[in-house]
């Protein structure tokens, strides 16, 4: 049955991605273990500049490359420790607001299904508890390598490495600094490209 309002939706209950997919509104949510959680409404101008910078620097880097670069909105199904990719059986479902894939076969006509290998989240005003904590803890469960959040209000970047199925925090970078991915040594560049 399609779901033509959200607040057709029990936020209480539990969904899966097969739930998901007969949802018709116009409000974007993801799933957290099964949870609704709303997405921020638009980006903020600062929000979508960084996003288009970054994008900039991560299409330069790797157009000649065998990786695939996304922005949200881009559904990725992070798959449970079954690693079922039947749809009645993922519970997380995650925009993230750019991921790098470099295996070929977690891509479909829908989307990313299984970790991505980089993970780019700006937080927002509105989302950055659930980026800083849910999200944090989705990402590092689903397997993902290499997870960044940026800041714009401070301007600061953080670098999470994933080390025996643990996010490392590195260094926090402030926008003087130089970055350079310890999973993708070509990008390296400097901080204040990105805030621009």
């Known amino acids: 049955m399609m779901v033509t309002d959200i607040n057709q939706l029990d936020f209480n ?3 899966s991605y097969a739930d998901y997919l007969t949802w018709r509104f116009q409000e974007r949510l993801e799933i957290f273990k099964g949870k609704i959680s709303k997405m921020s409404p638009a980006p903020s101008t600062s929000h979508q500049k960084i996003a288009g910078n970054l994008h900039g620097i991560l299409w330069n880097s790797f157009k000649n490359r065998p990786c695939n670069l996304f922005n949200a909105p881009f559904d990725v199904r992070l798959l449970n420790k079954k690693k079922s990719t039947n ?5 997380t479902v995650v ?10 076969n977690k891509l479909d006509k829908r989307g990313a299904f299984g970790a ?5 989240e700006i937080l927002s005003p509105g989302n950055s508890k659930k980026e ?8 590092e ?24 199925n643990e996010f490392i925090g590195l260094h926090p970078l402030i926008e003087e600094d130089k970055i350079k991915s310890p999973l ?13």
């Open 13 to 15: 209950k539990t969904y």
């Open 116 to 120: 991505p290998d980089l993970v780019i």
């Open 95 to 104: 925009q993230p607001d750019i991921c790098i894939i470099c295996d070929e």
């Open 132 to 139: 800083l904590k849910y999200k944090f803890d989705l990402y």
């Open 87 to 91: 749809d009645n059986e993922i519970f």
């Open 141 to 164: 469960e689903a397997g993902v390598l290499e997870y960044w959040i940026v800041n714009p209000e401070d301007k600061t970047f953080l670098i999470y490495v994933l080390r025996d």
């Open 184 to 196: 993708f040594p070509q990008l390296d560049f400097i901080l204040e490209e990105v805030f621009a």
